[in-house]
Structure formats: C-alpha cells, structure tokens
C-alpha cells in the first residue's frame, strides 16, 4: 500500500515558475480611455457634433427667415440674456412651473398613500390614470382657461394634470413591487406605518419613484412651453413660450430659436445636474443600477 504521508507530485498540475503565456493582468489606462470612459465627455462630444451639423446643414440651406445658424442662435441668445430679457422670461416660466409641479407631487403623494393602504384606493389609482393620463395636458387648457380665466392659475392647472398621473403611477408601480422579504423585514423590526414607508418602501421603490419624477418634470415642461405659446402672457410679461411666440410674429427667427436653445439648455440642466445627482447619491450608491 502506498504511504499516504508521501506527497506524490504530478507534472501535469505543477507550474515550474511563471508561464510567458500570461500577460500583465492590470495596466493603466491611455489617456483617450480614460476620457471615452466620462460620460461628461462623451455627451459634450456628441453635443458638439450636433451644433457642428446645425451650423453646416443652416449654411447650406442659407435662409436665416427659415433656418438661422448655429453661431446667430448663439449670438442672438448672449445678447437676450446680456440684456435680461431672457432671464426675466425664464424665470417666469420655472416659477410658474415649481408651482404646478409641487402642487402635482403633494396631490400624487396623497394618491399613491391612499392607493397603497387600501384596495379600493387602488381601484380609484387605476381608473384614474386609465383616463387622464392619456389625456393631453394642452387638451384642458380651454377649459382652464374658461375655469380660472387668463393667467398663471390656468397654468397651474395643466401643469397639475401633466405632473399628477405619471408621478402617482409609477410611484405605486414600484410600491408593488417591492419584495415580500424587505417587507416581512421590516415588519420583523417593528416598523409600521409612516416609519415602514419611509424605511422600507421609499428606498426599495426609489428607481420607480425617480423615474416618475423625471417623466413628469419632461411633461410639465413642455405643457408650459406649449400652454405660453398660446397665451403665455399675464400682467404685462410672459414666459419663454410668449417669448418664441413673439419673436415669430415679429419674424426674428433668431431669436425664436434662442427661446428653444434655452429650453433645451433647462432641460440639461435639469437632468443632469439635479437628477443625475440624486441618481448618484441614492439609487447607484445602494447598488440598484449600475
């Protein structure tokens, strides 16, 4: 019998020493990698791109009435903000836009409550947003403004409507979807009521509840824009919308595409400095999305 103290050797499971074949298994990345690897950089990119296409395509097309270039956009939108006409508009509308979102995410807040503690709160969540939520927001603006007259409540109005049904359904979606296990977790703990919510079900829904945030914020936005189009003006001045609306009539495309250029800087601004850092501090720090 063989001793079983004697170590036998096999060759075929022995390294002798370090083998060639393998390589360094950790290198500094260049400098181009490290770049195409912020996002910061690959978005600046690409919104590079796209003003160099603008400018080429408004040259070739070379109507400023139809299509002003990229650089007279610019230029146009230094001087409107040099002169505060563009932030005396801009800040009309987010004033007028924090007011219906606020109130949107207090009436939705109250709704999903109601939705999560009982059945027939549900039934009511989902027969509601059945048939409002495709609703256009713009759809009501006659009516607002037959209710609540010419001005800002009209506004508040519709921005309600557009900030309501997707914040209150997606906020619900993802109360239902958390875990039986977070939930008996918590009950474990003793946690009940407005404590289980918050320490439980918030966290756990956060993604769905974030999401519902930028798709109302998206709403919201562009039914004002829309809404000041049509009769954005109230008390002597308007906002960003009355402010393209002006412009056309007065044939300064220029300036019209500066009141677009500053809505789609808003939105940049808004999604990537304020949801963006929420996403970072809360749902990617807990290792929900990567």
């Known amino acids: 019998m063989p001793d079983a103290s004697v170590q036998v050797q096999r060759p075929e499971f022995?390294?002798?020493?370090?083998?060639?074949?393998?390589?360094?298994?950790?290198?500094?990345?260049?400098?181009?990698?490290?770049?195409?690897?912020?996002?910061?950089?690959?978005?600046?990119?690409?919104?590079?791109?796209?003003?160099?296409?603008?400018?080429?395509?408004?040259?070739?097309?070379?109507?400023?009435?139809?299509?002003?270039?990229?650089?007279?956009?610019?230029?146009?939108?230094?001087?409107?903000?040099?002169?505060?006409?563009?932030?005396?508009?801009?800040?009309?509308?987010?004033?007028?836009?924090?007011?219906?979102?606020?109130?949107g995410l207090v009436l939705a807040a109250l709704l999903t409550a109601f939705a999560t503690a009982s059945r027939l709160g549900t039934d009511l969540l989902e027969t509601l947003t059945a048939m409002f939520n495709p609703l256009p927001s713009i759809a009501l603006l006659?009516?607002?403004?037959?209710?609540?007259?010419?001005?800002?409540?009209?506004?508040?109005?519709v921005l309600i409507h557009a900030v309501l049904w997707s914040v209150a359904l997606n906020t619900?979606?993802?109360?239902?979807?958390?875990?039986?296990?977070?939930?008996?977790?918590?009950r474990n703990y003793g946690l009940g009521g407005f404590r289980y919510v918050v320490q439980i079900l918030i966290p756990a829904a956060f993604p769905n509840i974030l999401t519902g945030l930028k798709i109302g914020w998206a709403f919201a936005w562009r039914t004002l824009i829309a809404a000041e189009l049509v009769f954005g003006v109230s008390q002597g001045s308007g906002g960003l919308g009355w402010y393209v609306f002006e412009n056309k009539n007065l044939l300064e495309i220029a300036n019209v595409f500066a009141g677009l250029f500053t809505v789609i800087l808003i939105g940049l601004v808004v999604?990537?400095?304020?949801?963006?850092?929420?996403?970072?501090?809360?749902?990617?720090?807990?290792?929900?999305?990567h």
Do not use: C
């Open 172 to 186: 619900h979606a993802g109360f239902r979807s958390v875990s039986q296990t977070l939930r008996m977790v918590g």
């Open 142 to 157: 006659p009516l607002a403004v037959l209710w609540f007259g010419l001005g800002n409540n009209s506004l508040i109005f």
């Open 271 to 289: 999604e990537n400095l304020i949801f963006r850092t929420i996403e970072q501090r809360t749902i990617r720090r807990w290792g929900m999305q």
């Open 14 to 103: 022995v390294a002798n020493g370090q083998s060639k074949a393998f390589g360094v298994v950790e290198k500094p990345l260049t400098y181009w990698e490290r770049l195409y690897g912020n996002s910061a950089v690959r978005k600046g990119a690409l919104l590079v791109l796209m003003a160099l296409v603008w400018e080429l395509y408004a040259r070739k097309v070379n109507n400023p009435l139809v299509f002003p270039t990229f650089t007279a956009t610019v230029n146009a939108f230094v001087d409107a903000f040099v002169s505060g006409v563009i932030p005396q508009r801009t800040w009309a509308s987010i004033r007028v836009l924090l007011q219906g979102y606020s109130v």
